[in-house]
């Protein structure tokens, strides 16, 4: 453990998940003659939010449909506040890169016309447990260096502020890397486990998202002083409760109705105002959430009338995305097949995340893929400002970044060497839990950092609301976290990269407070919920919330206007008691 | 818990290289204890995603769920083979519920599933 390892390279892709694997084969087969290396956590073949695989691709233009249509249909569901260049560029390449995924091996059935079955607005139905090594396979078979194992810590920078490699720790052999390359992009996902999760103990990692993505890219950018967006926008899945499964695969496939305890479709009967069952994403948990508040809950989809043939297809597609889902839903059949009764399909929201594939939060990205940093770009959950991306958007997102990417490498800028002190700092900090000086195990600090946020920013526990003075204690008391960081112990690399968890989750987590706290507004139920200020504000807060780490480690908050292309797009109303200002007028909404 | 290791079966892939479940597992988890046999750190750092029950090729690895969200239920196995992955779901009775899914390459036309 300890000694250095080199590495050089031209292009270096940290994170060989859905967008990282795309990225590598993409810039091996725009320039064979280029240097790739794709830096990954654990390894390629089952590595990232695909590993269990995905019965949809989530992100495709049906026929009759546009990018200016998809750009509609994000704006509704964000409440205006969208990226529209990025939305567009992106929505341009997602048919091809699923057909190009398609002829990798990835099964996508299609009717008699050749198209692929619809399953939603922009959704399509695939078969897709193997879908991630595919990939890697993929990526592997491209030419570029796989590097599994490997963690990465930080970023390195040159003189002039651009970035020059990343360096990392060997997550079996606690080895120090130092990649020195001529761009670098982010692929390393969004960051969960910042919240307390919906189920405690033994089970605690059955979540929606991957439990291993844990903010690494996030933080590298966050001390690098990278300007960052929407964090606020945390995305929280409504999902089917304790079993943490899309509630799609039944709601859309087997067009089973959402209702509540008293068996009303209640999206339809009481929050019709709202685009009822095709309200945008955070409203359909809001809705299910004040269906308890007026004692109707809880809510469930109801899968009395289901065709059982139709169901054993839905447990297959569990098996191929999220298999204890399956082994739940099929213990319920048991019980029906026994004389019993299937106990309803409960649905719940899980703890919430930042992620920038579903939701808005991540790097401030330009329509090039470029972060604020020289010399780093980022695609996938790790960039923000454009949800909806889901699998197919990050392999498109990761396409257009390689692209720019590979201009900039020709080019060939004069880039410097990383200063060796930083190079040493960055080892110290990287290695410090190994040292022995300290003595707290990540997991209680893990517990603690999530106990803070769950109560006081927001988490299950507080039904998502929060208010200025219990963000004011969340500050405080990551402030306290933050001191004990430095005393966190390991004595393996294994509890190294545990410890390194912990550390990246932190840094996210100081950074979503203060955007929590700088939007004075609610705009998404749920997700950006502030109890002291319920009320949508179009007329201030049409703007991106962004903030940039200052060199004396103060977060610096900054506003960027939204630019709209010229839509005619209608924003949805907010829900019950909420009052929406538009230009001045106020009206309350019915 | 999440997974469970039968010893009797578990061979390490009959290899002295890294065995298939200790090289998927997307938390780095599985590990090789010295009696030659796969075992995983801790059962509740697991995602439940199957990749090590999928990819085991001695059938060695089962995948249970947590009792704190079920009692007792199924367990579930499977095989990911070149163009399908079986699966076997195990009810209470001790009865078996067998899958398949398509897994790579071209894909059926299917109507209406």
Known sequence: MGETVEHRCDLLIVGGGAAGC???????????????????????????????????????????????????????????????????????????????????????????????????????KIFGERLKPILGKRAEASGAAILNRVNATGLLLDESGRVVGVCGVGTRDGRFHVIRAGAVLLCTGGAAGIYRPSNPGVAAHRMWYSPFNTGAGLSMGIRAGAEMTSFEYRFIPLRIKDAVAPTGEIAQWLGAPQINALGEPYLDKHYAELGGRSMPTQDRLYATLLEKRAGRGPCYLDLR??????????????????????????????????????????????????VGGHGLSGYWIDERRRTSLEGLWAAGDVAGGMPKKYASGAWAEAVLAVRDAIEQIRDGQDRGDPEPEHIERERQRALRPLAGEGSIPARELEERLQKVMDEYAGGIGQQYGYSGGELALARLHLERLHDELPHLSASTPFELMQCHDVLDRAEVARVLVEHMDHRKETRWHCYQERLDHPERDDGRWMVFVNSARQPDGTIQMIERPVQRTKLDVQLPELADGAVIRRRGSTRPSR | MGIRVDEEACNRCGTAEEPMCVRDCPGDLMFIKPNDKAAIVDNRECWDCAACVKVCPSQAIEMRLPTSLVVRGVTL??????????????????EHDDYETPSTGRSPFIPNL
């Open chain 1, 22 to 124: 795309v990225a590598a084969v993409e810039a091996r087969e725009r320039d064979p003659d280029l240097d790739v290396l794709v830096m990954e956590k654990a390894h390629v073949y089952r590595s990232g939010c695909l590993a269990a695989g995905i019965s949809a691709i989530n992100a495709y233009l049906h026929r009759g449909e546009s990018p200016q249509s998809f750009l509609r249909y994000v704006i509704r569901d964000t409440h205006g506040i969208v990226r529209d260049d990025l939305t567009l560029s992106l929505a341009a390449e997602l048919n091809e890169q699923v057909r190009r995924v398609e002829s990798w091996g990835l099964p996508i059935p299609r009717d008699e016309r050749g198209q692929p079955l619809r399953r939603g607005r922009a959704s399509i």
């Open chain 1, 305 to 354: 009338g289901v065709n059982p043939r139709r169901l054993r297809g839905t447990i297959a597609a569990y098996l191929s995305m999220a298999p204890s889902s399956a082994m739940i839903m099929r213990d319920e059949a048991y019980y029906a097949e026994h004389g019993g009764a299937m106990a309803p399909v409960e649905i719940a929201g899980g703890e919430p995340h930042v």
């Open chain 2, 77 to 94: 196995k499977g095989r990911a083979m070149k163009h399908k992955t079986t699966w076997q779901l195990r009810l209470r009775d001790g």
